[in-house]
């Protein structure tokens, strides 16, 4: 790396510091909010957690899964 990349480097941690430090309070309220619209998203993508294997065969035909003659 070379001098002008530490330098940016620097500057970007700098400010991100004082924005942080600066916004915290903005952030923290926003948790809350966060947390909320993040349910929906977690219904989206974990939805079908637990469902494995619990379909029957209908009365009368063999199970797919289960081999011929057992």
């Known amino acids: 790396m ?3 990349n530490w330098v940016l480097l620097g500057f970007f941690a700098i400010a991100g510091f004082f924005l942080l ?3 915290k309070a903005h952030l923290l309220g926003l948790l809350p909010l ?7 998203l977690l219904h989206l993508f974990h939805g ?8 029957a065969a209908p009365a009368g035909q063999d199970n797919p ?5 057992q």
């Open 21 to 23: 430090a600066e916004h």
């Open 48 to 55: 079908s957690h637990g469902r494995h294997g619990d379909t």
């Open 2 to 4: 070379n001098r002008s």
């Open 65 to 69: 899964s289960k081999g011929e003659g």
């Open 34 to 40: 966060l947390l909320l619209l993040a349910c929906p």
